[in-house]
């Protein structure tokens, strides 16, 4: 039986509990959040143990593996406490708010010798799976220029925690995070980020930000990242020397690819959705849990989270200053 304890009792903590109570030999056995109700709220259907604070549970639960869904100011802290207790680590993203944090955090890991990895679900959600898969495949032959948007309403948290960008770092450091991890999964690393942005400040409630990354391997791509809208959705399309896939959260349709004709022309081929309807967020507790059990690394690493999180820092800075920033 592997055990697990949770760090925060919100949003996220809520879905992994839910997640690994569906794993076969796997019990959430301890959740830690000063929110009574809340932890109360996610506990019981557990049978869980709570604890007022994470110091507490880190202390005295019997767990294997620490599953740490705080605020991110909170993360660095949490998951080098949970590394040198000896159990294993599963962060929520964004893996930190600097780059120094985070690589203090990998080291930590690292030294303790326990699994660490961090929450970039988009990987698993089976959209991207196919996107990516497609790419890989050839099916627009060499990629050139990449669009994705991703724009919801300001989330709510603990103290609005999201409105303070010292805390969240806003749009590009919680937001479309899930862009950079994923677009370097597909083309590899980045040389140079270029970015605009709204500010959050008191008289004008917007987050919005449009980053160019140009990649090592000549892609470039332009992530689009807005917390000023009312609804949630994604939009990504990816052109290539032989087609175009597009894919939009709004529509129905599945994805899909245009590719080239014999009369230069476009024809459109659509992608089947995937028949399993499994949760992304299931995938990726699942997976974390059969590193820990066969003693496997993680698919996605504490360096990738730490290059994510390189990619929304040097996007900040480019809004900040007007100028690209060469990584």
């Not at 507490?56 to 620490?66: C, H």
């Not at 962060?91 to 690589?103: M, N």
């Not at 990354?213 to 000023?228: M, Y």
């Not at 974390?288 to 730490?306: K, N, S, Y």
């Amino acid at each position: 039986m592997i055990k697990v304890g949770i760090l925060g009792a919100g949003t996220m903590g809520g879905m992994h509990a839910g997640c690994y109570s569906q794993i076969p030999d796997v019990k959430v056995v301890a959740i830690a959040d000063r929110r009574r109700d809340a932890v109360q709220k996610v506990a019981e259907p557990l049978g869980a143990e709570v604890f007022e604070e994470a110091d507490e549970l880190i202390e005295k639960a019997d767990v294997d593996i620490i599953d740490v869904c705080m605020p991110t100011p909170f993360h660095k802290e949490f998951v080098i406490k949970a590394a040198r207790s000896g159990r294993h680590v599963f962060c929520e993203k964004p893996l930190a708010l600097s780059v120094q944090d985070g690589e203090e955090m990998i080291e930590a890991c690292d030294r303790a010798g326990v699994k660490f990895m961090v929450g970039h679900v988009l990987r698993y959600f089976h959209e991207y799976v196919a996107i990516k898969r497609q790419i890989d495949a050839g099916a627009i032959g060499r990629p050139a220029v990449i669009r994705a948007s991703r724009c919801a309403s300001q989330p709510v948290g603990w103290q609005d925690w999201y409105k303070k960008r010292e805390m969240s770092g806003g749009v590009c450091l919680d937001l479309i995070i899930h862009d950079f991890d994923f677009l370097r999964w597909c083309f590899g690393d980045v040389e140079r980020v270029f970015a605009r942005g709204a500010m959050y400040d008191r008289e004008i409630p917007v987050d919005y930000a449009l980053v160019t990354l140009r990649f090592k391997n000549g892609v470039i791509a332009h992530v689009e990242g807005s917390w000023a809208h009312s609804g949630f959705f994604t939009t990504f399309e990816a052109a290539g020397s032989e087609g175009l896939i597009y894919f939009d959260s709004r529509t129905s349709s599945p994805i899909r690819i245009f590719v080239k004709t014999q009369e230069e022309g476009k024809a459109a081929v659509e992608v089947p959705e995937s028949p399993v309807n499994v949760s992304p967020y299931f995938m990726e507790i699942d997976h974390f849990v059969g590193c820990v059990r066969d003693d496997r690394e993680p698919e996605i690493t504490g360096q990738d989270a730490l290059e994510a999180i390189r990619i929304g820092i040097a996007a900040l800075e480019s809004i900040k200053t007007g100028k690209p920033v060469t990584l």
